[in-house]
């Protein structure tokens, strides 16, 4: 096994917690300060604007991971890691960050580059093996 492998929990932390936070903020300012941990999903549903679009963001989180892992994990079968891995990771991460970023703010254009970009550095690391 090889140090691609660290990526995963702070992939994870990311998507099911960081992207987590700023929907559950949006949805107790939507809700008069309250949370309704009942029916989440109910009070998720009701968001408009930037609250709808931050719980977009994180639903996109949560699906973007698991392909993310297996890429990872297809790549840590490299008794070494190269340069082309780490910088697909690293890439993913950034994108993924700025994506959560970008749908937030509203910047749809920019949502789709860094959409695009971590699907690409997403599709390197699975075949990185081949290079």
Same mark, same amino acid.
């Given at each position: 096994? #090889?140090?691609?492998?660290? !990526?995963? *929990?702070? /992939? !994870?932390?990311?998507?099911? +917690?960081?992207?987590? +936070? *700023?929907?559950? +903020? ?15 999903? #109910? @009070? @998720? ?10 719980? /977009? ?15 990872? +994990? ?5 008794? @070494?890691?190269?340069?082309?891995? $780490? ?10 960050? /700025? !994506? $959560?970023? /970008? !749908?937030?703010?509203? $910047? ?24």
């Amino acid at each position: 096994m #090889n140090d691609l492998i660290w !990526y995963l *929990p702070a /992939a !994870y932390i990311w998507c099911y +917690i960081g992207s987590k +936070i *700023p929907l559950s +903020i949006a949805m107790v300012r939507a809700n008069n300060g309250r949370y309704d941990n009942k029916t989440p999903r #109910n @009070q @998720q549903d009701a968001l408009t604007g930037k609250g709808s679009r931050l719980r /977009a963001a994180h639903y996109n989180a949560v699906e973007s991971f698991p392909p993310f892992a297996a890429a990872v +994990i297809v790549a840590s079968i490299a008794t @070494q890691v190269t340069l082309l891995m $780490q910088s697909c990771a690293i890439v993913w991460c950034g994108s993924r960050l /700025a !994506y $959560q970023w /970008a !749908y937030a703010t509203d $910047q749809g254009t920019l949502r789709t580059i860094f959409w695009a970009f971590s699907v690409a550095a997403n599709m390197g690391l699975f075949f990185s093996l081949l290079v």
